[in-house]
T-cell receptor, first 114, second 113 residues
């Protein structure tokens, strides 16, 4: 069975510092991997997705993630945090089948201080 | 193009009452999903519909029923609400042509007292 583990339920950084949110997955087949962001009292918005085209994926708002098959990881990074990045971030995995639902991690809340 | 819409946005129920959460998408997607979000639990799949005319149970289906009314609409019904069903409910849709990327609605915040 697929699963997603997000290490750290809360991450705090200073404005301008590197953001690193960790995600490890388990899947028996080549997966699709996603990062979603949720701002307070809103729905989920796609940040970026990995679909086997390139291992380094660039998303919106300056975020990127690198797929490392050997480490079964898909960590999310941003070189310089902004106050507006404060939100909850979810990593998700989907198998390569039509209509398959996403399996979500438990989420990581990112706090950014000035 | 509204994307995924959900009604209502907020609802308070008493234990034992029933209600239906409505979801509609205007992107011509084949697949639709219902998730619940609880603090520290991430999103958990309740039911999904891979295509019009089919529905399947997800991780936490007990206490819920669904109807895929047509390609656009996918409703979630609570027949006899319980306090454990207090949660935020999200509907999503996807299409295989977009590599399983799911588009989410704004959510329904449900409180059962």
């Amino acid at each position: 069975a697929q699963s997603v583990t997000q290490l750290g339920s809360h991450v705090s950084v200073s404005e301008g510092a590197l953001v690193l949110l960790r995600c490890n997955y388990s899947s028996s087949v080549p997966p699709y991997l996603f990062w979603y962001v949720q701002y307070p009292n809103q729905g989920l918005q796609l940040l970026l997705k990995y679909t086997s085209a390139a291992t380094l994926v660039k998303g919106i708002n300056g975020f990127e993630a690198e797929f490392k098959k050997s480490e079964t990881s898909f960590h999310l990074t941003k070189p310089s945090a902004h106050m507006s990045d404060a939100a909850e971030y979810f990593c998700a995995v989907s198998e390569n089948q039509a209509g398959t639902a996403l399996i979500f991690g438990k989420g990581t809340t990112l706090s950014v201080s000035s | 193009n509204a994307g995924v819409t959900q009604t209502p946005k907020f609802q308070v129920l008493k234990t034992g009452q029933s209600m239906t959460l409505q979801c509609a998408q205007d992107m011509n997607h084949n697949s639709m999903y219902w998730y619940r979000q609880d603090p520290g639990m991430g999103l958990r799949l309740i039911y999904y519909s891979a295509s019009e005319g089919t529905t399947d149970k997800g991780e936490v289906p007990n206490g819920y029923n669904v109807s895929r009314l047509n390609k656009r609409e996918f409703s979630l019904r609570l027949e006899s609400a319980a306090p454990s069903q207090t949660s935020v409910y999200f509907c999503a849709s996807s299409d295989y042509r977009h590599l399983r990327e799911q588009y989410f609605g704004p959510g329904t915040r449900l409180t059962v007292t």
